[in-house]
């Protein structure tokens, strides 16, 4: 092996670790503000857990799947929050091969789990809505069990072959990661190798985790339309596309954010853009969900009442206990 064989050799093995430049104005200010939201991210959806969880009146598929979603974006956002919170403590912006990996990992599984799971809930808004009749028959525990471990099945083997296929391309050169975690795009532009086929196995899974299910979402709400338009009464519209906008408003946000950061045109100016998206994606429909999904929904606000009066006489029982 000559020397320039060598030199290419250790230019490939170089980079050891990424910096995650992530956003470094105001630290302190930053650190506060996501430790805010994180915080309110996981008390508000911990509350849907509690809440459709021990409310009889709410066991039924449609807040399973909310109780699922919530779960999901618990686990979701802390995938990212936390490095965010623990580089801007430190001000050491680091991240190892292995923990890019991994955040990237989780990150994609997550969020690909999230699609479907999204489609599987609308498919349940159209039962509902379409075939009432039926509506339990058909999506009976089993069914609806079996639909959101289904979302989760199909998203881990496709997202361990695309960190395999990532982390095995050679690294060299600028080991910095204009962003605030371990994104596919990102980490790519740092590769110095053909990325060929890494691009290729992006838009398959494009199409696989973000076109099918968004295609599967649509003609379920294109039923869904065409059932409410046919109702003859007003109220009656107006009463079952309000069990359905709560959804719809987060499919927009959800796959709006998404489909610009991993399908549109790859520019310099994108970059910047894909940033501020997907802090939305990431970080602020998480944040949003409890509230889509309880400010117009009287049953989940009827069973947050009920919550906090079971809890008011157990404090006064204790208090006069004590």
């Known amino acids: 092996m000559d020397l320039g064989q060598i030199n290419h050799k250790q230019n490939h093995s170089a980079v050891q670790e990424f910096i995650l430049l992530g956003y470094q104005a105001y630290p302190a200010l930053l650190f506060t503000a996501f430790l805010a939201t994180y915080t309110a991210i996981l008390l508000g959806n911990g509350l849907i857990v509690l809440v459709t969880t021990m409310d009889p009146a709410l066991r039924t598929p449609m807040y399973f799947f909310l109780r699922s979603l919530s779960g999901l974006e618990m686990c979701y956002t802390s995938v990212t929050l936390p490095k965010m919170m623990a580089n801007l403590m430190s001000g050491d912006r680091s991240i ?9 990992f989780f990150l994609l599984f997550l969020g690909g789990t999230e699609c479907f799971l999204l489609a599987v809930m609308a498919y349940d808004r159209y039962l509902a809505i379409c075939l009432p009749l039926h509506y339990m028959t058909i999506m009976s525990q089993r069914v609806r069990v079996g639909m959101v ?78 059932a409410i338009l046919r109702m003859p009464s007003a109220t009656g519209r107006q009463k079952t596309f309000s069990t359905c906008s709560s959804h719809l408003t ?16 790859k520019t310099p100016e994108s970059e910047k853009v894909n940033k501020l998206l997907s802090l939305l994606y990431t ?23 009920k919550l906090l009066r079971r809890k008011k006489p157990l404090a006064t029982g204790t208090g006069m206990i004590g």
């Open 250 to 265: 987060v499919v927009i946000l959800f796959y709006g954010s998404g489909m610009i950061v991993y399908l549109r045109p």
């Open 283 to 305: 970080v602020i429909i998480p944040l949003c969900n409890p509230l889509i999904y309880t400010l117009r929904n009287r049953e989940v606000k009827a069973a947050f009442r």
């Open 149 to 226: 471990v289904g979302s989760f099945a199909v998203s881990l083997p496709m997202q361990l072959l695309q960190i395999g296929i990532i982390f095995s391309l050679p690294f060299c050169g600028s080991n910095e990661i204009d962003h605030f975690f371990c994104d596919i795009p990102p980490v790519l532009s740092l590769a110095c190798a053909d990325l060929y086929t890494n691009e290729l196995t992006v838009y398959i899974e494009d199409i696989l985790f973000v076109i099918i299910p968004f295609l599967l979402i649509l003609a379920s709400y294109v039923q869904i339309s065409k």
């Open 96 to 104: 190892s091969l292995p923990g890019c990996a991994t955040q990237m």
